[in-house]
């Protein structure tokens, strides 16, 4: 690998960009693709570039033969992230449970009495209102994001936003008549029937949970088993039409 390859791979990494290193195995030339554009020799082929695409919606490297040629697909995308908004208590049993599922999560919540270290050891803390929280972070498809304040003025600003990005799952607690206002305030700063229809609300698996800890339980249930389906539905053969 040269080393501005490997100088590329690090800032994606950092950026939280997904990127797939295409390397043609008879002679080593590279490229790297990402969602928006490529880079290196074998960039000006389609064939190529629109393998990568595939192989990185499914976070999965393999050797595919293109032109009669073996190309190796390693692919690099960020690691699964929750952004927890609320540093409520079931933020605190729900954050160290997505830590040991190798989730990076991060907690917002603008006031500081709540959003500490001391609450959420080892976590990332960021003590600041969700829009701008995640206008700073950036907003990606392996992006889980729940909120868990039942205050207007926090989540519906960090709904509006997880609405507008490609983020691969949406939650928010509150009862079912809860969720009918979130709907119709969020409606009047145009969010649509169709984009709303994505928010899980009542958030989590319908496990009969009652305490903190179970809320918790069933919240992270649900992350993992809409994350496996969208993997599940990326990486099935497509049907050709008759």
């Not at 790297?32 to 074998?42: E, M, N």
């Not at 609320?86 to 989730?103: S, Y």
């Not at 907690?107 to 959003?115: E, M, S, T």
């Amino acid at each position: 690998m040269k080393i501005e390859t490997l100088a590329a791979l690090q800032d994606a990494r950092a950026k939280r960009r997904a990127v797939t290193l295409a390397t043609r195995l008879g002679d080593a030339a590279e490229a790297l693709i990402y969602k928006d554009g490529a880079t290196g020799p074998l960039a000006s082929d389609p064939a190529i570039v629109a393998a990568a695409h595939g192989a990185m919606a499914i976070g999965r490297s393999e050797t595919v033969e293109i032109g009669g040629q073996k190309i190796f697909l390693n692919v690099y995308v960020p690691p699964p992230r929750l952004i927890i908004v609320g540093a409520v208590h079931i933020a605190q049993t729900l954050a160290p449970m997505a830590a040991m599922l190798e989730f990076d999560v991060t907690v917002v919540d603008p006031r500081g009495a709540w959003a500490t270290s001391q609450r959420f050891p080892g976590v990332k803390v960021i003590q600041d209102w969700a829009d701008e929280a995640f206008q700073a972070m950036g907003l990606d498809v392996s992006t889980a994001v729940v909120t868990l304040t039942h205050d207007p003025k926090l989540d519906d600003p960090a709904l509006e936003s997880a609405l507008k990005s490609d983020v691969f799952y949406i939650g928010a607690l509150g009862s079912r008549r809860t969720h009918a206002k979130r709907k119709e305030r969020l409606a009047e700063v145009g969010i649509t029937d169709e984009m709303f229809a994505r928010v899980h609300g009542p958030v989590g698996l319908n496990i009969g949970a009652k305490s903190p800890a179970e809320i918790a339980v069933s919240i992270l249930g649900q992350i993992v088993e809409v994350r496996a389906r969208r993997i599940e539905a990326l990486s099935a053969p497509k049907v050709a039409a008759a």
